[in-house]
Every structure is written in structure tokens, then in C-alpha cells.
């Protein structure tokens, strides 16, 4: 499921929204599929369509799913949101452990695409008619991802870091009267 609609998701579900960006992804589709296509095992191009073609009334049955979703999940003890910020925290642990792996592979990256950048720009390479296209597109997703892996040594803005240095000396960013 693209991000676009994972965003949107957990707007409008968002109990469902979190498990869909977590270990539960695959339970979070299953009810999805159900609710939108009545089959569980709907791919999520199927439930991307339907999503694209909701109505009021759709939306009212994505509200109440989301209920019992967050319900059923209560009444197994399982925190959808906890679940979602672990899962993701445990790519950074990794970081923390051994940053080998994130500096080769963000190196190779940035240094293949500025070389295949400048090696066209000089007219070096010389892509064949026939895979212009195919270029053109696979040379724009990797041009795509280069904000992610900036975003991964930089931060993504001077918010996040903001909130990152106020996490860390534990003062709470919002208070909700507890």
C-alpha cells in the first residue's frame, strides 16, 4: 500500500493506520479487505481501489472497524501505537550498535548516483533509445530517495529535532492533564 494512502489511513482509522505501518500490517489488511471488498484476503492494490472510491457510508464502516479493531486489540493487550514506534525504533537501535552497514550503503548510493548523474551530464553514457523511458523512471525514484537518506543523517527538519532534544531531556512536548 503506497504511503499516500497509509497517510490518509491514519487520518481517517487510525488504530488501523498504525498497525498498517507496524507488525500488524497483515492483520490491519485482512480487516480492511473485509470491511471494503468482503474477502479477507483482498491485495492491497484491491483495497487501494476501493479506498479511492469511498463514500460517506464507506467511511462511517471504516470508523466503525476502526472501533472494534482498537477494541479487540484492548481486549488482547495488544498497543497498536507501541508497536508501530518499536517496530521502527528497532532500525535505529541498529544504528546505534553497529553504523557500518548504513554508512556503506548510503556512500554506494550517493556516490553511484552522482557518478551516473555526472557521467550523462557529460555525455559519457549513452542510454539506448529503447530504455530511455525505463531510465528516465528508475533515474527519478532513485533522484526520490535522496531527501530519505539525508533525512536519515540530518534529520528530516529542525521540528524533529527539536522534539528529539525534548524526548531526550524528558520534557513532555504536550500534556494532556495526567
Excluded at 552497514?101 to 529503447?130: C, N, R, W
Aim: net charge negative; hydrophobic share 45%; no cysteine.
Amino acid at each position: 500500500m503506497t504511503d499516500k494512502w497509509k497517510n490518509i489511513l491514519k487520518k481517517v482509522v487510525p488504530t488501523l493506520g498504525a498497525a498498517l505501518g507496524g507488525p500488524l500490517a497483515g492483520v490491519a489488511l485482512a480487516a480492511l479487505g473485509d470491511a471494503l471488498l468482503g474477502k479477507t484476503n483482498a491485495t492491497e492494490k484491491e483495497i487501494e481501489e476501493a479506498l479511492s472510491a469511498t463514500t460517506p457510508e464507506t467511511l462511517l464502516k471504516l470508523r466503525e472497524l476502526d472501533q472494534s479493531f482498537a477494541a479487540k486489540m484492548k481486549s488482547l493487550d495488544i498497543d497498536v501505537f507501541k508497536l508501530e514506534v518499536e517496530d521502527r525504533s528497532s532500525a535505529r537501535t541498529l544504528y546505534a550498535v553497529n553504523y557500518w552497514p548504513q554508512v556503506i550503503l548510503s556512500a554506494s548510493f550517493m556516490f553511484g548516483y552522482f557518478v551516473t548523474l555526472i557521467l550523462l551530464l557529460v555525455g559519457e553514457v549513452h542510454v539506448p533509445e529503447d530504455w530511455k523511458d525505463t531510465f528516465s523512471i528508475v533515474f527519478g525514484v532513485i533522484t526520490a530517495n535522496l531527501p530519505t537518506i539525508m533525512a536519515f543523517w540530518f534529520g528530516s527538519s529542525f521540528g524533529s529535532k527539536e522534539k528529539t532534544a525534548a524526548l531526550a531531556n524528558s520534557t513532555p512536548i504536550i500534556s494532556n492533564g495526567k
